[in-house]
């Protein structure tokens, strides 16, 4: 059995790197990251600031750390409203990963669309919609999906 000290260090570094469960419920959970999402948050926070504020769990593949960084210096508590902000590190279409970010008690989910190629983006997007139905999204939940690519419709 490993010491108290190194078990509270290895729990520390889950929690730093964005790899422990979220507990919470009727949260909007925001998959993937790009140069909209601040602007998403900060709206999301403004319609909840009558509520007292909400919950945005993040979920981005990698470097949540650096994005957790970025967002804490271009916003102020003020600015939120009320809203907390949770940044977690995972695959947007494993189970596992959708799971650590309270899939099932999400009130509201949007996928934000992140890629150079608009046709990979989107196709991403679709097999995140696949598994969060798999993963346990209630079906009253509101899923919100940003597409990238563009097309004349004729």
């Not at 140069?35 to 926070?45: A, N, V």
């Not at 504020?53 to 003020?78: A, D, H, M, P, Y």
């Not at 799971?99 to 008690?105: E, M, N, P, R």
Request: a positive charge; proline letters at 3%; glycine letters at 10%.
């Amino acid at each position: 059995m490993k010491p108290l000290h190194v078990r509270l260090r290895c729990l520390v570094s889950r929690y730093r790197e964005g790899r422990t469960s979220v507990i919470e419920s009727g949260h909007t959970v925001l998959i993937g990251w790009n140069d909209r999402s601040l602007g998403f948050i900060e709206q999301i926070s403004i319609a909840r600031q009558d509520y007292g504020g909400g919950i945005i769990c993040v979920l981005v593949e990698k470097g949540s750390e650096e994005i957790e960084r970025k967002f804490l210096s271009q916003t102020t508590k003020r600015d939120m409203k009320g809203t907390r902000v949770i940044f977690r590190t995972g695959e947007p279409q494993s189970l596992a990963c959708l799971k650590l970010v309270g899939i099932a008690t999400a009130r509201s989910v949007v996928l934000m669309s992140s890629g150079d190629d608009p046709r990979v983006a989107d196709a991403n997007t679709l097999r995140i919609l696949i598994a969060l139905r798999v993963a346990g999204l209630q079906p009253d939940s509101y899923i919100v999906a940003e597409g990238a690519w563009e097309t004349e419709l004729s």
